[in-house]
């Protein structure tokens, strides 16, 4: 029998996606299992979609979010924020150039 150490499931490295918190092994973030979890996704779903995980590592990525609420929320509202600011400077330029 494999025991598994959960807390060996979620990893950080600064030079790895900025730094956010991600399936250890992968480069798939928390956020990113977020994302999927907020559009309606069952767990099972997720794993399905992204193949090479295991419901263990959803499960966890999903545990750490919910033990960390603020910290992913933050995240994705920075992330919201940027791809706002983008598209108001290609409307820009667009406009700059018409």
Known sequence: MVVTDIGTLIVRSPEIRN?????????????RIVGWYQLG??????????????MAQVHAALAYYHANREEIEAIIAAEEELAS????????????AA
Do not use: C, F, M, Y
Not at 19 to 31: E, H, K
Not at 41 to 54: K, T, V
């Open 85 to 96: 600011e983008l598209e108001q400077k290609h409307r820009q330029q667009r406009s700059d």
């Open 19 to 31: 730094g956010q918190p991600r399936i250890a092994g992968t480069g798939v973030t928390v956020r």
């Open 41 to 54: 996704l069952s767990p099972e779903e997720i794993a399905r979609r992204i193949g090479h995980l295991s």
